[in-house]
C-alpha cells in the first residue's frame, strides 16, 4: 500500500474532501469548482469507492503528531528540540501546562476528524451502488472510522459523533457524546470489520480482520471491559496469522516493515510534496526527521531535529541484559565515541534518541529526509496485543495463569527470565513490559492515564490532565454548544 497515496491521489482527495478540517482547506473550493463532483456525481462504480478508500486512509499519516505527543506528554520523554520555544505547543504538553490555544492539539482535533468524515463519506453512500466485494470497502471504512474515533476520544474525551459527513453549522447544534457513546460506535464499527474482512488484505497495508480484533480488544481494555478484551484478543491471538519476530532488531527498519508481528501499520512513502506550512500532507513519516539526531556527522544514521528525546528514567527501566535496550534507545554519545560520528545538543537534550524511529541512512529519499522518511508507524503490533491479553486477564482477575505465558512469550524475546508474580505484582509486571516493550511509540501517556497513574507524570494534575483540551476555536464555534473539558 506504499503505492496506495501519491501525487495523482492527493488531487483525488482534494476533490471530494467534505469537511474543511486540514490545514489544507484552501484550495478545496477551487478544486470542487473545477472538478464538479459531489455525492450525485460520484460512487458510480467500484473504483469510486475504492478512490474513497484511499482517502479515508490518507489521514492516517497525520497521526505521527498523535505518536510523538502520546511520549513527550508522559514520563518516557521531553519535548527537546533547538530551544524553550521550538515547537511552542510541543513544549507546552511536555510541561503540562498546554491551554486550549495550541496548535499542535487542535491539528490533532482537526486532522482525526477530518478522517471520520473521510469514512463517513463512503459510508453515507454505501447503498448507492452495488458490486462484488463492496463489503470489504465498507468494513475498512468502519475500521478507519472506528480508528480515528478511537483517537479522538482518549485525547479529548466527550466528541461529536456523526455517522454521515459533517456539515458547516452541526457545531451548534450536536452535543459532544458522552465517552461510553462514542466507544459503543467504536465497537459497532469494528465487530462490522472482524465479520467482513479477513485476516489477509487484498493489498498489503490495509485493515484486516486481526487489525479489527486488536483494536477492538483495545477499545474494550481502555473501557475496563476486561472479559470482553480478553476474549477478543486471546481469539486473534490463537486463530491469527501473527508472532513475534525472532529479532527484534529487524522491526523497525525497512525490511521490518508489514512482518509477522505488524497487525497494523500506517504506511509511509518517500513521494515528494511535503513542506512545513503543510505536515499533513506529507506523505512520509513526520516524526522521524522531528526525532532525528541534530547536527549529525557519521554512518548509519541521519540528522533531525533533536525532539522527543528518551529521559534517563525510562532507560534506567531496562533490565540488564535486555536486548531491546539498544534497538529502542540510542545512546549518542556511546554511539560517536565508537563510530567517530559528531551531533549537536539541543534543548533539553539527555544523550539519547528514539531509536525506532530516526532516520536512516539510505532511507530511498527523493525529498527532504524531514517531511519525506517512508518508515511506516507500527500501530499495533503483535507484542502489544500479547501484553494487552496478559493485562486484561490479569487486571479483570479472570487467569493470571494464562497473562504469565503472555507476558512471558514478550520476555523470552527480550533474553529475559520468566515474571512467576501474580496478582497486583503481576499489574505492575505488565506494566513494566508495556514500557520498556513499546517505548517510542506513542502508547505511554495513554497507559498511564487510562489505569489512573498520570500523576506520575511531572506537572500532571489529577482530574484535569487525563483529558486535552478542545481547542479553543472549537468551542468558539460551537456558540454555547459545547462546554471545555474540566480545569481548562
Known sequence: ?????????????????????????????????????????????????????????????????????????????????????????????????????????????????????????????????????????????????????????????????????????????????????????????????????????????????????????????????????????????????YDLVSDYDTIFETEGENGEESVFEVQYTDAEGAGFGCLQCSEGNVAVGFNGIRNYSGPTFDSGFSFNVPTQEVVDEFENGDIRKDVAILDIDAWSASNGATFGTGYEHTGYYNRKYIARQGDLNTGDQNLTNPNNYRAIRFADVLLMAAEALNRGSIDDTRALIYLNRVRTRAQLDDVTNTGANLTNDIAHERRVELVGEGHRFFDLVRTGKGSEIDGFSSNKNELFPIPIEEIQFANGNWSQNPGY
Open 1 to 241: 500500500m506504499k503505492n496506495y497515496l501519491n501525487k495523482i491521489t492527493k488531487t483525488l482527495l482534494t476533490m471530494i474532501i467534505v469537511m474543511g478540517t486540514n490545514s489544507c482547506s484552501d484550495s478545496f473550493l477551487e478544486e470542487t469548482d473545477r472538478y464538479s463532483i459531489d455525492s450525485e456525481t460520484f460512487f458510480n462504480s467500484e473504483d469510486d469507492y475504492y478512490k474513497a478508500l484511499i482517502g479515508a486512509y490518507d489521514m492516517l499519516q497525520s497521526t505521527y503528531v498523535n505518536v510523538m505527543l502520546g511520549e513527550i506528554a508522559s514520563d518516557n520523554t521531553l519535548c527537546g528540540g533547538e530551544s524553550a520555544t521550538d515547537v511552542i505547543g510541543f513544549q507546552q504538553i511536555d510541561d503540562m501546562i498546554h491551554s486550549p490555544v495550541n496548535s499542535n492539539l487542535k491539528d490533532i482535533w482537526n486532522w482525526m476528524f477530518a478522517g471520520v468524515n473521510r469514512a463517513n463519506f463512503i459510508l453515507e453512500f454505501q447503498d448507492k451502488t452495488d458490486f462484488d466485494g463492496k463489503e470489504i470497502i465498507i468494513g475498512e471504512a468502519r475500521f478507519l472510522r472506528a480508528y480515528y474515533y478511537f483517537e479522538l476520544v482518549k485525547w479529548f474525551g466527550p466528541v461529536p459523533l456523526k455517522e454521515t459527513r459533517f456539515s458547516l453549522g452541526d457545531e451548534t447544534i450536536i452535543p459532544r457524546s458522552p465517552v461510553a457513546d462514542v466507544y459503543s460506535l467504536i465497537e459497532q464499527d469494528l465487530l462490522y470489520a472482524i465479520n467482513n474482512l479477513s485476516y489477509v488484505a487484498p493489498q498489503t497495508g490495509r485493515a484486516t480482520k486481526g487489525s479489527a480484533q486488536a483494536l477492538l480488544g483495545k477499545a474494550y481494555l481502555y473501557q475496563d471491559k476486561f472479559s470482553d478484551a480478553a476474549a477478543v484478543l486471546e481469539s486473534l491471538i490463537q486463530n491469527g496469522p
